[in-house]
């Protein structure tokens, strides 16, 4: 992906030999952080002049197909995301493949930092375009100007609306169903090995009541899927269902999603009656369902929130689909472990029947959906 040579002319062409023709010149896109507003700021000479450390964003997404171009006049270290990268000699230029870049991070930008000697002047960092060899020399001139889509995220509306409607969502359930809101969204409550039997939520899970919790917990999980994909992770929604870029294409593939996550949610009670009828366990049923429906309320509504502050008070934050599902695997695991204490507790069963039962219902559908994940 990288070779180095030397040598530069910005008259004729940049990079090794003069070989490329500059597409984009960073020269004045760097940035350095600043101690006080915790933030980073664009460079100014005047005031960053010893500056070691320069960054900036790479659009990969809008460059495919060119390279890109880094060289340092003396030695000094790139850093791509926060990660080292590799050592860069001093006259060498470097050569990047910005296809084999946004393969590698999957991302639409990356954030780059040029680690060396102090001040701009040491630093050049291009994107270019290799000349092809029957063409003739174009001699560039420095007054020339590099016009570049202004980088957006569509997303951006989407997820402030979407906040705003699950707040709405949850404000109508507390008003509402105040009595219910509460129980499901008691931790105390969810750790509670004996739940009476005879409650109204617990003896009748297909209520209307409990229909609605279930409707907006398939918000909340359909919210952060979507928040998923905006991070250009390939997490169970790899594919865009609608294909678009607006924000209508958006709000519909949320709603898609939350339906069928809605379903979904629904399909496994009835799931559970038939396979807990196989085993015996009817009493057990309304129990266990009641207790996946808090746990996942509480689970998923606290990582949303975690996971959108994070982004919006984090700019050089590395996404990942290790990072998402590590957390996600746990929880499942934990609950599964639960599940079994609670039903132990409930039913004279033999251990062998418990443990067929949750692997069918629980950790077969946890296996199966970590295969679609990776």
Same mark, same amino acid.
């Given at each position: ?24 010149? &960073? ?11 915790? $933030?980073?700021?664009?460079? =100014? ?7 070691? $450390?320069? #960054? ?47 393969? *590698? ?32 020399? *174009? ?19 989407? %997820?402030?609306?979407?906040? *705003? ?6 404000? &109508? ?45 398939? &918000? ?19 594919? +865009? ?45 309304? =129990? ?7 746990? #996942? ?5 606290? %990582? ?12 050089? =934050? =590395? ?10 695997? *746990? ?12 039903? +132990? #507790? ?29």
């Amino acid at each position: 992906m990288a070779f180095s040579a030397s040598g530069q002319s910005r008259t004729e062409g940049i990079g090794p030999a003069n070989q490329y023709y500059p597409v984009h010149d &960073f020269h004045d896109d760097f940035q350095v952080y600043d101690e006080g507003a915790k $933030a980073y700021v664009p460079y =100014i000479v005047e005031q960053h002049a010893d500056q070691t $450390a320069l #960054s900036t964003y790479i659009d990969l997404e809008s460059n495919r197909h060119y390279n890109l171009l880094i060289s340092t006049q003396q030695d000094g270290y790139l850093f791509i995301n926060a990660a080292l990268k590799r050592k860069l000699r001093a006259g060498t230029w470097y050569v990047f493949n910005i296809d084999s870049l946004y393969n *590698v991070y999957r991302q639409p930008e990356v954030f780059l930092t040029l680690y060396g000697a102090p001040g701009l002047n040491d630093k050049s960092l291009f994107i270019g375009y290799p000349k092809s060899a029957t063409q003739k020399p *174009v001699i560039l001139r420095d007054d020339n100007l590099s016009v570049r889509p202004r980088s957006f995220s569509v997303y951006s509306n989407f %997820l402030g609306l979407g906040l *705003v409607f699950l707040l709405a969502t949850h404000a &109508f359930l507390f008003s509402f169903y105040h009595r219910a809101f509460l129980r499901f969204y008691s931790l105390w409550d969810l750790l509670s090995l004996r739940s009476p039997e005879e409650s109204f939520l617990i003896n009748r899970p297909l209520s209307s009541t409990n229909v609605l919790f279930v409707l907006n917990l398939s &918000f909340v999980i359909g919210y952060l899927l979507v928040f998923i994909q905006s991070q250009n992770l390939d997490v169970f929604v790899s594919a +865009r269902l609608l294909g678009g870029q607006t924000i209508a294409s958006i709000i519909g593939e949320f709603i898609i999603v939350s339906g069928l996550t809605f379903m979904v949610l629904m399909g496994k009670y009835l799931a559970l009656e038939v396979i807990g009828g196989l085993y015996k366990l009817q009493d057990a049923i309304n =129990i266990h369902f009641f207790k996946v429906l808090q746990s #996942s309320m509480l689970f998923f509504t606290i %990582l949303t929130l975690l996971l959108v502050m994070v982004s919006y008070n984090t700019t050089t =934050i =590395i996404w990942s689909e290790s990072v998402l599902l590590f957390p996600l695997l *746990v929880f499942y695991l934990v609950r599964l472990a639960f599940l079994y204490i609670v039903i +132990r #507790s409930l039913e004279p069963i033999k251990n062998l029947y418990l443990f067929s039962y949750l692997c069918i219902v629980e950790l077969i559908p946890l296996i199966i959906g970590l295969r679609f994940a990776l």
